[in-house]
């Protein structure tokens, strides 16, 4: 892609409760969308990932949906738990002309007991 | 852990040095890519190679360069090192350029 912006910077929300995430993509060619957890000292963990055929994805307590006209994709954890905590990445990718990612700026989640 | 092994894990140099970072793919990965991260820029493409061929360029320096073994191991290369080039380096791999994309731990370069 061209450009992502992901919003908020920073997100910190009780444990139990939901964290929503959200990213604006401007290349329209863009078909592939993952979310990535980078933890401190590591690297980005792919935790999930969609596709521009699909408006929605979940695998239990995270979710994505995609909204194609407005170019728009969010991360929707549910039930958060302490280990949720981390920095969190959208991307966006057209796999016809490149392979890179475009990554946002990213969000800090902090979940607190 | 993703399978994706990046060594060194901490690299502490000079200015004006080289250095080489070395990425060993997934099991089965033929695509290597080289991104920067960094606290102004954040996460940056750099260089793509699938089985052994340049595949796609980023904002890639000059004094920068990869490569793609017949193991499918890749090496980059970073030259004339300045103070501006400390950032973490991740390699990622996938199965094809359209697949999803694993990422090492990074190789952490600072540069005195």
């Known amino acids: 892609g061209e450009n992502v912006e992901q919003h908020p910077s920073t997100l910190s929300v009780q444990e139990g409760d939901s964290a929503v995430i959200k990213c604006t993509y401007s290349d329209s060619a863009s078909n592939y969308f993952p979310w990535y957890k980078q933890e401190l000292g590591k690297g980005p963990q792919l935790i999930i990932d969609?596709?521009?055929?699909?408006g929605e994805k979940k695998d239990q307590r995270i979710a994505v949906t995609l909204n194609k006209t407005a170019k728009h994709f969010s991360l929707h954890i549910t039930e958060t738990q302490p280990e949720d905590s981390a920095v969190y990445f959208c991307?966006?990718?057209?796999?016809?002309?490149?392979?890179?990612?475009?990554f946002g700026t990213g969000t800090r989640l902090q979940v607190t007991l | 852990d993703s399978g994706v092994t990046q060594t060194p894990k901490h690299l502490i140099t000079a200015t004006g040095q080289r250095v080489t970072l070395r990425c060993s793919p997934r099991?089965?990965?033929?695509?290597v890519y080289w991104y920067q991260q960094s606290l102004d820029q954040g996460l940056q493409f750099l260089i793509q190679?699938?089985?052994?061929?340049?595949?796609a360029k980023g904002n890639i320096l000059e004094r920068f360069s990869a490569q793609q073994f017949p193991d499918l191991h890749s090496e980059l290369n970073l030259s004339s090192l300045e103070l501006g080039d400390s950032a973490l380096y991740f390699c990622a791999s996938s199965v094809g350029p359209d697949q999803p994309q694993h990422f090492g731990d990074g190789t952490r370069l600072s540069i005195l």
């Open positions: 099991s089965g990965d033929l695509s």
């Open positions: 190679y699938y089985n052994g061929e340049e595949r």
């Open positions: 969609i596709r521009s055929n699909v």
């Open positions: 991307a966006d990718l057209n796999t016809g002309t490149a392979s890179k990612l475009t």
